[in-house]
């Protein structure tokens, strides 16, 4: 994971062309202050989505809405776009909200950002037992990809 605030965009496009093919996961480390007003600075899906797909990122950590860490639920919507719209030959990237999301919010967060999202839930699952609370977020991942597979016609 590449704390894109720190390490900067250069770092994060080298490191996509190296041979080694290691995933690019972006964080948003000190990338608050680019955001925090909508009257200047950078539009969410922009800093979030784009410039990210422009480096060739994996996916992109951000804070989802109605968490601890929360974006609006509009800004959130700009970045799962930004993650996933058409830019020529650019691949899209997987959104990953987090910033304090629950398993009880999976179903609700999936919906939202499509099935081909990582959901970030950390905390969430140290609760006692990481490995029963790993099987139940496997279990909850299967059960909505059941509940919403694509019959083919």
Known sequence: M???GESGLDIMRRLADDE???PIMAHPTFQGAYVV???FGIEHGTLFGTLDRLVDADMMFFP???VRFSFSEAACASI???CASPMGELRSIAPSPGGGMSLDRFDELL???GRDSMLLVGGNLHRGDLFADAQLMRCAADAWA???EEVPA
């Open 80 to 82: 799962v776009e930004a």
């Open 37 to 39: 007003d909508d009257r």
């Open 111 to 113: 919906a939202f950002c």
């Open 2 to 4: 590449l704390d894109k």
């Open 20 to 22: 080694l093919g290691l």
């Open 64 to 66: 989802g809405y109605g």
């Open 146 to 148: 059941e509940q919403h």
